[in-house]
């Protein structure tokens, strides 16, 4: 078995020299721009460290564990252009720098090639990996639809927002595990089982991280504290303060919707999240959701040390400062 | 064997009802849109006529011939939003009628099916169709590319037109058919003689088409007579004008780049290509690419009376009324 570092090595090796996307082509500067900037690559290590283990070969495991890098890439190069976000990590986003036509079409040229990069696992593992996959490239764009969507609904509920997340962040995660499972001929049931660790795993991440949105340290999350707020973002956070809010708070709440004064609609409406309970109810949300999480790897059936790194990975994603 | 009606048939009959696009969200409602405008299919017709052609099940080569048609409407709904076009085929292009954000997603999601359907072929022809696939996607992405570098360089070879066109238009013809010839279990030299003769057929539709859009008639082509002199488009028409002109020819030409006389311009800039040669060595060009074309497909090594709805699905395809 390897570490995560001894893994991560194996990756950056093969693919900071072996990748399609160096040259001058107008088509693949974008490309570079993004795939370039620093990150935990997250995916990639989540299907390596399946494989690894499930006692799969990790050497067949690396090209789609790229594949699901370039995918997720190719998402937030898109994303960036609809939701018109200008900077990304701190570094403009591709649309920005580039055009919009430049972002769509290096983002469709990542598709293909995630799509390429996959196709190189083993021929008897091809029918079950693309079929996971295409299932799960179809669930992220029906997430992104329904965030759009939401943007214009004032009845959103908080399981729509849990398929929302589970599609748009989750499903990701969860198939980049099972492919490495697959890899590594994991039984269905654990296969399954690292499947939802998956899911829960991005669910928690996604609610912590609207927390952290309105009550985080600016400094340290990167992000301007309280601009899911601004935006009149439905997130978990919002949407319980306004099922457990009394009707005073929610008339005060549905005024602060539309204040022009972004500090005093940060601040009051932080106040009503607390005092209505819905930051506990969302805290805990999140803490039972963690939980599952670790529940779903316990119940996987090999022995406890071949989890230890999968379990470090799921405590580096869901535990961050506030 | 199956008539190319026969063909049309089933294929239509199996999509018209069983396919993702039906269905109230706001992701799919684009995509009907597209799909649902009259066409006449043509790379899915020449993937199930080359299955046929070569002794295929045609039943396993419906689900990429719709793939294909996907994958077609696909690009044509990101083109369009790069190219900034209002009408396609006389109704308004998806970006026009539901924003850019929709085009962008509904694009991605259909590009997701494609593989989808493609992934449905029986497990042993994975492996080759997949690759062949995701070079092809790759290549067109390639040419949509070169065809944007294009509009600001001064320099294009006719050599480099044509690589432009074999990635951005021919290539997924010829993957259409060297699919249905890989369902079919066609020998290799076979395989590549069909996706010549789509390479070749696919250029010299274009360099007809190219022809057309300067001296067809307005009203059967569909189209403004010279949008392309118009918009200083360098097609093979353009380019052969421009290599075989006089000095005078040329700087009149240079000039008329310029011209604001709309009428002007277009009817100026035939009388070069026609003085020049222009005109000649382009229809000369397509004649031969055609013949070409045609040629490949006779030397396939099959009975004469298996190619006989390739080569009326080729005149279809290439002779059009001026």
Same mark, same amino acid.
């Given at each position: 078995?390897?570490?995560?570092?001894?893994?991560?090595?194996l990756?950056?090796?093969?693919?900071?020299t072996?990748?399609?996307?160096?040259?001058n #082509?107008?088509?693949y500067i974008?490309?570079q721009?993004?795939?370039?900037?620093p990150?935990?690559?997250?995916?990639?290590? &989540?299907?390596?460290?399946?494989? *690894?283990?499930f006692? %799969?070969d990790?050497?067949?495991a690396?090209?789609?564990?790229?594949a699901?890098e370039?995918?997720?890439?190719f998402?937030?190069?898109?994303?960036?252009?609809?939701?018109? #976000?200008?900077?990304r990590?701190?570094l403009?986003?591709?649309?920005?720098m580039?055009g919009?036509?430049?972002?769509?079409l290096?983002?469709?040229?990542?598709l293909?090639?995630?799509y390429?990069?996959?196709t190189?696992?083993?021929a +008897?593992?091809?029918?079950?990996?693309?079929?996971?996959?295409?299932?799960t490239?179809?669930e992220?764009f +029906? /997430?992104q639809?329904?965030?759009?969507?939401?943007?214009?609904?004032?009845?959103?509920?908080?399981?729509?927002?849990?398929k929302?997340?589970?599609?748009?962040t989750s499903v !990701?995660?969860?198939c980049?595990l @099972?492919?490495?499972?697959?890899?590594?001929?994991?039984?269905?049931a654990?296969? @399954?089982l690292?499947?939802?660790? %998956?899911?829960q !795993?991005?669910l $928690?991440? @996604?609610?912590t991280? *609207?927390?952290l949105?309105a009550?985080g *340290?600016?400094?340290k999350?990167?992000?301007?504290?309280g601009? *899911?707020?601004l935006?009149n973002?439905?997130?978990?956070?919002?949407? $319980?303060?306004?099922?457990?809010?009394?009707?005073?708070?929610?008339?005060?709440?549905?005024?602060l919707? =539309? +204040?022009p004064d972004?500090?005093?609609?940060?601040?009051?409406?932080k106040?009503?999240m &607390?005092? $209505?309970? /819905?930051y506990?109810?969302t805290?805990q949300?999140?803490n039972? !959701?963690? =939980?599952h999480?670790?529940?779903s790897?316990?119940?996987?059936?090999?022995?406890a040390?071949?989890k230890t +790194?999968l379990?470090?990975m799921?405590?580096?994603i869901?535990?961050?400062?506030?």
């Amino acid at each position: 078995m390897y570490s995560a570092k001894e893994l991560s090595s194996l990756y950056e090796n093969k693919f900071d020299t072996d990748n399609f996307y160096s040259g001058n #082509s107008n088509l693949y500067i974008p490309v570079q721009h993004i795939m370039r900037i620093p990150g935990k690559r997250i995916r990639p290590m &989540l299907l390596l460290l399946s494989c *690894d283990a499930f006692g %799969g070969d990790v050497r067949t495991a690396l090209s789609p564990a790229f594949a699901m890098e370039i995918f997720h890439n190719f998402s937030l190069v898109h994303d960036d252009i609809m939701d018109q #976000s200008d900077i990304r990590r701190g570094l403009p986003t591709v649309h920005k720098m580039f055009g919009i036509n430049a972002g769509i079409l290096s983002g469709d040229v990542m598709l293909a090639y995630a799509y390429k990069y996959l196709t190189e696992v083993p021929a +008897e593992y091809l029918p079950s990996i693309l079929s996971l996959f295409n299932k799960t490239a179809i669930e992220i764009f +029906e /997430g992104q639809q329904m965030d759009v969507d939401f943007e214009k609904r004032e009845d959103v509920s908080l399981d729509e927002y849990l398929k929302m997340v589970e599609y748009k962040t989750s499903v !990701l995660l969860a198939c980049s595990l @099972q492919i490495g499972a697959i890899l590594a001929k994991a039984p269905v049931a654990d296969q @399954q089982l690292i499947y939802n660790f %998956g899911i829960q !795993l991005g669910l $928690s991440f @996604q609610i912590t991280d *609207d927390l952290l949105d309105a009550f985080g *340290d600016a400094e340290k999350t990167g992000k301007k504290t309280g601009g *899911d707020i601004l935006q009149n973002k439905k997130t978990y956070l919002y949407l $319980s303060t306004q099922q457990n809010c009394t009707k005073e708070q929610a008339a005060q709440l549905k005024r602060l919707s =539309t +204040e022009p004064d972004s500090h005093k609609k940060v601040s009051l409406t932080k106040e009503i999240m &607390l005092a $209505s309970g /819905g930051y506990d109810i969302t805290a805990q949300k999140a803490n039972e !959701l963690y =939980t599952h999480a670790l529940n779903s790897l316990q119940a996987i059936n090999i022995p406890a040390e071949q989890k230890t +790194e999968l379990f470090k990975m799921a405590e580096l994603i869901n535990k961050r400062d506030y």
